[in-house]
């Protein structure tokens, strides 16, 4: 793996053989379509397609939501594929001890090959079924240099259950976020103070309260994984989006609250002064007490590696690295920066083939990210993925605390990945 400048990047890498170290992963799409209360999943696939998600099932609690259907090589060529699905959703359905509200028939790779009439099958099972809702949907790793890979699909088929409605709440969606944001959040707190209330779909133990979703004025898109999900919403519900990613840049949250206070015609600005003011000084308390340790960033940590890197550089921390997989489109401006002023930025693909060889085992980073302690394996890593619950000014602050609490503790980034319940 060549230890090559930022300004001689060439992003995207070249295709290559990709390295997948235990410590990638995430939220897969067992893990995220479990967000939806009272649904249940079939997963149609050979037998080696479902390991997968039952190992994502039982390391993540909701083995008893998922179900499958091991088809074989002779169901394929018999032509009775199709009425396979449906015959097994009768026999699921006895089997369960209740009927869920939402039924997800997820296909692997081999689907896209088939050439199977899922909307058939699920008029069918429609016809059949009339109080359940069932969705099509995939886990096939071919699509994931696609526009619509299974991740952005799956937030589509989610978010796609919502009905049209006829009431409007002073209600705000939060899209892209795995988990809900605490009640003390500047986003939350600025909101309510206003009359506002926001939502997370993890807020919601039933469907029928998952669908007043429905009801919100606006979604906040905060990971690019729901944008389409958004765009979707617009379009069949009426409910417009502001596409505002997390980002731990404070001029950036001030932008974003102008935004905000425009839409709701109310001011978020002044109030979130405050919060601003705190969000800098918590910035110069971490810079004072890890100096000069060299911090690297991990892609899977943080939705935008390269604007987190050009505000701990601008706030004098020392930036050794970012591991990341390529340079997306809302990242773009910020990489052109980093080159510009910071060039001895390394920016490193941990999915090269050339990760195996651990180029960086040994060197003293602060990490940001548990595959960046993989790959150097530094016990001092920030046990964080995509995000997690962070968001705003307040999001910034933790993030600090994070860092300090990684730079003076000692990590076991095995045990990080266990509790993390990755699946590759």
Wanted: charged share 20%; proline share 5%; hydrophobic share 40%.
């Amino acid at each position: 793996m060549s230890k090559c400048s930022m300004i001689n990047l060439s992003c995207p890498a070249e295709p290559s053989l990709h390295y997948v170290s235990p410590a990638h992963g995430g939220w897969g799409v067992v893990r995220i379509a479990a967000l939806v209360p009272e649904s249940h999943q079939l997963f149609v696939c050979p037998f080696a397609c479902g390991r997968h998600g039952a190992l994502g099932g039982e390391q993540n609690g909701i083995k008893d939501r998922i179900s499958y259907l091991f088809i074989t090589e002779s169901d394929i060529v018999s032509g009775d594929f199709e009425q396979l699905i449906i015959d097994s959703v009768d026999e699921l359905f006895e089997a369960l001890p209740k009927i869920p509200k939402v039924l997800f028939i997820f296909t692997s790779c081999l689907d896209d090959l088939l050439g199977t009439d899922h909307e058939a099958i699920l008029a069918e099972l429609d016809r059949k079924f009339p109080h359940v809702k069932f969705r099509h949907c995939t886990m096939n790793p071919i699509s994931l240099d696609t526009s619509y890979p299974p991740g952005v699909t799956i937030e589509m088929n989610m978010y796609g259950l919502l009905g049209r409605s006829g009431v409007k709440r002073k209600q705000i969606n939060i899209l892209g976020s795995n988990v809900s944001f605490d009640a003390e959040c500047d986003l939350k707190t600025l909101l309510r103070e206003k009359g506002w209330s926001v939502s997370h779909i993890s807020d919601h133990d039933s469907f029928e309260s998952f669908k007043t979703m429905s009801e919100a004025r606006l979604n906040i898109v905060t990971a690019p994984i729901a944008l389409k999900s958004a765009q979707q919403m617009e379009r069949e519900l009426g409910i417009p989006y502001i596409a505002s990613y997390v980002n731990h840049t404070p001029k950036a949250v001030e932008n974003f609250y102008e935004e905000l206070s425009e839409f709701i015609e109310e001011d978020l600005v002044a109030p979130s002064k405050g919060y601003h003011i705190k969000a800098e000084e918590k910035l110069a308390w971490a810079r004072s007490v890890i100096g000069d340790q060299p911090i690297a960033i991990d892609f899977q940590a943080i939705i935008k590696p390269f604007s987190l890197a050009l505000t701990l550089s601008e706030h004098g921390f020392n930036v050794g690295m970012i591991a990341s997989d390529g340079v997306p489109s809302h990242e773009r401006a910020a990489f052109d920066v980093l080159a510009k002023k910071y060039p001895d930025i390394l920016v490193e693909n941990p999915l090269a083939h050339e990760a195996v060889t651990f180029p960086f085992e040994g060197e003293q980073y602060l990490c940001i990210g548990f595959d960046c302690g993989y790959m150097t394996g530094s016990d001092k890593v920030v046990n964080i993925m995509e995000d997690e619950g962070l968001y705003g000014y307040i999001g910034i602050c933790r993030l600090m605390d994070m860092l300090v609490e990684a730079y003076t503790g000692k990590a076991n980034v095995q045990e990080m990945i266990k509790e993390a319940g990755l699946i590759i």
